[in-house]
């Protein structure tokens, strides 16, 4: 295992970010672990959510 220049050791966790159009970040999402990591459907799904009721589509 790669150890920083402290003597702590290095780990790779997952995280997910999902960006509006305009790069802000409408969901973030850390996991050290396979459950909760943000997958295509679901990530899919909050776009459609997003889209349909933004206050551009209610107008």
């Given amino acids: 295992m790669p150890l920083?220049?402290?003597g702590d050791p290095v780990?790779?966790?997952?995280t997910g970010f999902?960006?509006?159009?305009?790069?802000?970040?409408v969901v973030?999402?850390?996991?050290?672990?396979a459950i909760g990591?943000?997958?295509p459907d679901d990530v899919a799904g909050l776009v459609r959510y997003?889209?349909?009721h933004s206050p551009?589509?209610?107008?």
């Fill in 4 to 6: 920083l220049n402290s």
């Fill in 37 to 39: 990591r943000l997958v």
């Fill in 28 to 33: 973030s999402v850390y996991s050290s672990g």
């Fill in 56 to 59: 551009a589509a209610t107008a």
């Fill in 11 to 14: 780990y790779l966790q997952s």
């Fill in 18 to 25: 999902v960006l509006d159009p305009a790069g802000k970040v």
């Fill in 50 to 52: 997003v889209r349909d």
